[in-house]
């Protein structure tokens, strides 16, 4: 599958906003748009041609009832009790399809890590930082962007946590 650069419509609108109010437009030109989707980190990775822990995934879950984004490594899953522990919540579910559209503005398979519709807490897996750069959804499942991990979380207001789920 061959990429190419994003034209300034390959990237969600209010994505492509959010990089701009970020002083981050530079970023619209490396934005890759893929004619299959890319909705899973394997098949970002795949399509990208990087390593599945490459890939950086937006996750919404509910705790307690409100919306928190949880970003994660691909090669990694979201142990929710550790969230639960983080966030000092009763209880934490992934949220609903409806709540992350609600919430973000994006569908499932193109939630980017930040410009998003409402201000969510963030909580970004440490592993991120394993890589020089991290690729990230653009609004789109048909669309990515590569990053510096420590720039993404930061950008994204994330606060750095150990959530990944870990083999016994």
């Keep these: 599958m061959t990429t190419t650069p994003a034209e300034d419509s390959a990237a969600h609108p209010r994505f492509a906003a959010a990089l701009d109010e970020l002083g981050l437009g530079r970023l619209r030109a490396e934005i890759r748009r893929f004619p299959d989707a890319t909705r899973t980190a394997a098949e970002a990775a795949a399509a990208i041609g990087c390593e599945l822990a490459q890939i950086c995934k937006s996750l919404i879950f509910a705790a307690d009832g409100v919306p928190v984004l949880v970003l994660m490594d691909g090669a990694s899953r979201v142990d ?8 000092g919540a009763g209880k934490v ?17 193109g939630v980017p890590p930040f410009g998003h519709r409402t201000k969510t807490r963030v909580l970004a897996d440490r592993s991120l930082l394993d890589h020089a750069v991290v690729w990230a959804a653009a609004g789109t499942p048909h669309t990515v962007f590569p990053m510096d991990p420590e720039a993404l979380v930061a950008h ?6 150990d959530v990944r789920e870990t083999s016994s």
């Design 80 to 87: 929710v009790e550790r969230v639960r522990q983080e966030l």
């Design 93 to 109: 579910t992934r949220a609903r399809a409806e709540v992350v559209r609600e919430t973000t503005g994006y569908a499932i398979g």
């Design 156 to 161: 994204a207001g994330g606060t750095l946590v």
